[in-house]
């Protein structure tokens, strides 16, 4: 377990822009891949977007892709989501997540290949 901490969240209108930040700390050398998960009321968790450790391979879920952009600095040990033109839908908690299977080179989906989950921060898009 990698303790994690996300910030950035907040209460905007639709069309804003937010970014979100995740902080890792602990034994960083054995974190690779990382990820954006997101819970909407009543809903699954669902993934959002993933980096690799190198930050060469991304991924995104189809309604994240165009508008939403996940980057990492392992300097600062800051992986970050920047999301633009958000929409009502995407009001959730969303959550970080870091896998610690060594992996440089690959992003990471699957939720189940996660290790550690920071507690999330709300965002709420208003129409």
């Known amino acids: 377990q990698v303790p994690l901490v996300e910030s950035g969240g907040g209460l905007v209108q639709a069309g804003a822009s937010l970014r979100l930040s995740c902080v890792f700390s602990?034994?960083?050398?054995?974190?690779?891949?990382m990820g954006w998960f997101r819970q909407a009321p009543g809903k699954e968790r669902d993934f959002v977007a993933a980096i690799s450790r190198n930050g060469g391979d991304t991924r995104y879920a189809d309604s994240a892709k165009g508008r939403f952009t996940i980057s990492r600095d392992n300097d600062k040990k800051t992986i970050y989501l920047q999301m633009n033109s958000l929409k009502p839908e995407d009001t959730a908690i969303y959550y970080c997540?870091?896998?610690?299977?060594?992996?440089?080179?690959?992003?990471?989906?699957?939720?189940?290949?996660?290790?550690?989950w920071g507690q999330g921060t709300q965002v709420t898009v208003s129409s």
């Open positions: 997540a870091a896998s610690q299977r060594p992996n440089y080179f690959d992003a990471v989906v699957a939720p189940n290949e996660y290790d550690s």
């Open positions: 602990g034994r960083t050398v054995n974190i690779f891949g």
